[in-house]
């Protein structure tokens, strides 16, 4: 038979192992509340480090128009040879110094845009028969106007490409090429102004003697200058992976934009 404890000590261990079974559930709620809500360090150290970050429409925009303006778009990096990480470096100072400059640049766009106008109006009325004597005479006043203020813009978004190409990490011959080839971003191909020993002298002589022969200026190139180009052509080609997977971190395309013409970078009015 079993025996049978006093009343007394049966209702304290009764009492005892109701006690020990609460503190159980309780241990167990705690457990899983605690799963419920996570921890919130872990879960940010569980996100992607190299996740990008969504860019401003406006911002995206103007970087593009700043790295095609001055020889810094993908294809020129490349020919650079650039790695992924000073591809980085360049694109992260793009978007800080637009970032930072936003008020310059809108306003500097902003005076193109009104000297544009003018202008257009100006030749509207000269053209329908409207214009005073004084408006014709201003004619190349204003096309001057314009002429400065596009001079203006185009040098402060020059300031951001520089500042760009000498961020740190960048090999200094890199960014002494790019410079010198920056002089002559408005007569020669990007890959052709990359060529060492190339300035604006040479670059004369090339588009003198393919504009009499009526050839491409490449046509013309010396063979130690064709050389180089091939050169700068394998470089490009091996460089171009790392330059992508920088662009696509560093520059995702903004929502926004995906699947659509880009935005232009000067404010609505244009």
């Not at 457990?31 to 190299?50: C, F, K, L, Y």
């Not at 591809?87 to 978007?95: D, E, K, P, Q, Y």
């Not at 936003?102 to 214009?131: F, H, P, Y």
């Not at 022969?213 to 050169?231: H, I, N, Y």
Request: hydrophobic share 40%; charged share 25%; proline share 4%.
């Amino acid at each position: 038979m079993t025996k049978q404890l006093p009343p007394s000590i049966a209702k304290r261990r009764t009492i005892q192992s109701l006690l020990a079974v609460s503190a159980i559930g309780l241990g167990v709620a705690g457990v899983m509340t605690q799963i419920d809500r996570g921890n919130p360090a872990e879960a940010a150290q569980a996100e992607d480090p190299a996740q990008p970050s969504e860019l401003a429409e406006l911002t995206y925009s103007r970087v593009h128009e700043l790295r095609r303006q001055n020889g810094l778009e993908n294809k020129d990096l490349a020919a650079l040879g650039l790695t992924q990480s000073e591809t980085s470096a360049v694109l992260t100072r793009l978007v800080q110094w637009c970032e930072t400059n936003e008020a310059a640049i809108t306003s500097a766009r902003q005076a193109v845009i009104t000297a544009k106008r003018n202008l257009r109006e100006q030749q509207r009325l000269v053209r329908v028969g409207q214009a005073s004597e004084r408006q014709k005479s201003d004619a190349d006043g204003k096309a001057q106007a314009l002429a400065d203020a596009e001079h203006a813009y185009a040098s402060l978004l020059n300031n951001g490409a520089v500042n760009a190409i000498e961020a740190p990490g960048i090999d200094l011959a890199k960014a002494s090429r790019w410079q010198a080839g920056s002089l002559l971003s408005d007569r020669l191909d990007h890959e052709l102004r990359l060529i060492p020993g190339m300035d604006t002298g040479r670059a004369g002589m090339l588009e003198s003697e393919s504009a009499r022969l009526g050839t491409a200026v490449e046509d013309v190139l010396l063979p130690s200058e064709q050389r180089a180009l091939q050169s700068l052509r394998e470089t490009r080609r091996s460089s171009m992976a790392g330059v992508l997977v920088a662009e696509a971190v560093v520059l995702p395309v903004p929502e926004g934009l995906r699947g659509e013409e880009l935005l232009d970078a000067a404010p609505a009015g244009e």
